[in-house]
């Protein structure tokens, strides 16, 4: 695909990070009152990975990179979940050696390399005069990374976290809420056959709205977050409290996988960052549920098991994502009973 300037004003857009449903409402929604108020809307693929890999010549095909999108692309594509640009976990100011698209590499040859230069110079070639950036707060700092250098930016968020600073509202969020209480009321059941203590981890990173929200609409008993450290002999005495006091002899609490024990920090399954600087976490919850199992004295001691639920698609299953798997990997819940 050529140069796609045609005098008109230009919008780009694009998706990063995780897939949550809304994406492609979003992309229709700008779309459709984009062209109607005059403008052309190209959409970039892959994320921040699309404006990096274009070749700026004029019969060179792009259309791997972007296309142009029209009525009947979007409303074909807002009906279905995910994001049909695709998703990538690049960021344009770190890019690796082995990472940097061919036609740059005798360019760009240190260890890690800043494409923001050709990210820009791409943008000029197509034309773009507003660039809408669809994130999480990864996607949409290297957004704001762009507006620095002058390029303008409208930013969607976009996190099942609901972190993304400066907004009470995230597209994925309300799904989010919603999966995590079906997922734990479709365990509810095993909870209380056994009269068991159920302990659920779910993702969040450094905001705990994902395990808070839930807890407060009564899926749980309990929750710790990340914004506040527990004592973990505190939230076993309210755990087995809680047990008591239900008719059939259960508890729920829902970790956030950045909750932290008083005195400790948070837990990371290794030390491998991804182009971000995120380490990913997971592992608080086997941590509470044998914790919990060591320091409750007057609960006769159950058998333990251990499951992990998967499911993938867009959220078609009952299913909770945590970080363990982002997809940046795909949706997951750890639980653990006692």
Known sequence: MANVNTGKKVIGILTG????????????????????????????????????????????????????????????????????????????????????????????????????PEVIKNLDWLGVDYLIPIGGDDTLSYGVHLYKQGVKVIAIPKTMDNDVPGTDYCIGFSTCVTRTIEMVNSLRTSAGSHERMMVLEVFGRYAGFTAMLPTMAGAANRCVIPEHKFDIERLTELMVYDRNRAPSKYSIVIVSEGAMFEGGEMVFQNAAADAFGHMKLGGIGDLVSAEIQNDRPSITTARKSTSSIRSWATWCAAAIRTRSIRSRRWPMATWRSI
Do not use: C, M
């Not at 590499?105 to 390399?113: A, F, L, P, S, T």
């Open 17 to 116: 990070g995780g897939d949550v449903p809304g994406l492609n409402p979003a992309i229709r929604a700008v779309t459709i009152r984009a062209l109607r108020e005059g403008y052309e809307v190209i959409g970039f693929r892959r994320g921040w990975g699309g404006l990096i890999d274009i070749v700026r010549e004029k019969d060179y095909d792009n259309s791997n990179n972007f296309q142009k999108l029209t009525e009947d692309i979007v409303n074909k594509a807002g009906r279905t979940g995910g994001t049909f640009l695709h998703t990538s976990r690049t960021r344009p100011s770190t890019v690796k050696k082995d990472s940097v698209p061919e036609p740059l590499r005798d360019q760009y040859q240190e260890k890690v390399n800043d494409l923001t």
